[in-house]
């Protein structure tokens, strides 16, 4: 299986701030990586696929990049809505695998 | 607009068998352009990929279910379900459905996971 490892695993920042996190593959994976955001009982939300490719409807502050077995997730400018847990996800090869999740709070 | 609902009991008895059901609205189950899934969700924790099927009857598992699981597809009512069966207090979670759609990017087919339903909690419990 290919383990997804995401850091950190919670982080504190002010709005306004840029937040970036990291989701590392095991193996090399191209630019077969999804991202999703989840909000306190809901469910997750397509963000971005294709490593870098923004899922219609998502504001442009959001954006991804990376390939092989290292990738990022960064919003541009945090807003207080952005407070929720973001999960990278392989879709390279079965079983398809998540990252742990980084919790983003606002301080 | 496509809309995933998932149906089923909330409480279900040690060594039983779990059953859902996901209601496809707002399009076709048999487009060939998605695949349907289960990702579950225990309290608290993590996602874990559980199944996934296409209208043709493609299915992928993961192994981790140790066989447990079966998915199907009835495309006359729009609909996919999940059986899980020997449950234990484990299999505790959130269930989630949701669709898996291609998209073409750089002329390579993209299968990622681009709505979920609701999710419906399911507690192993006697």
């Known amino acids: 299986d290919i383990q997804m490892t995401q850091s950190p695993s919670s982080l504190f920042a002010s709005v306004g701030d840029r937040v970036s996190i990291t989701c590392r593959a095991s193996q090399g994976i191209s630019n077969y990586l999804a991202w999703f955001q989840q909000k306190p009982g809901k469910a997750p939300k397509s963000l971005i696929y294709?490593?870098?490719s923004l899922q219609s409807g998502v504001p442009s502050k959001f954006s991804g990049s990376g390939s092989g077995t290292d990738f990022t997730l960064t919003i541009s400018s945090l807003q207080p809505e952005d407070s929720a847990t973001y999960y990278c996800?392989?879709?390279?090869?079965?079983?398809?695998?998540f990252g742990g999740g980084t919790k983003v709070e606002i301080k | 607009q496509l809309q995933l609902q998932e149906s089923g009991p909330g409480l279900v008895k040690p060594s039983e068998t779990l059953s859902l059901t996901c209601t496809v609205s707002?399009?076709?189950?048999?487009?060939?352009?998605?695949?349907w899934g289960w990702i579950r969700q225990p309290p608290g924790k993590g996602l874990e990929w559980i199944a996934n099927?296409?209208?043709?009857?493609?299915?992928y598992y993961n192994p981790s279910l140790k066989s447990r699981a079966t998915i199907s597809v009835d495309t006359s009512k729009n609909q996919f379900s999940l059986k899980l069966n020997s449950v234990t207090a484990a299999d505790t979670a959130v269930y989630y459905c949701?669709?898996?759609?291609?998209?073409?990017?750089?002329?390579?087919?993209?299968?990622?996971?681009?709505?979920w339903g609701r999710g419906t909690l399911v507690t192993v419990s006697s």
């Open positions: 996800q392989q879709y390279n090869a079965y079983p398809l695998t």
């Open positions: 099927i296409h209208y043709s009857g493609n299915t």
């Open positions: 294709a490593s870098s």
């Open positions: 707002g399009g076709s189950i048999s487009s060939s352009s998605y695949y």
């Open positions: 949701a669709s898996r759609v291609v998209v073409i990017a750089a002329g390579i087919s993209h299968w990622y996971f681009d709505l």
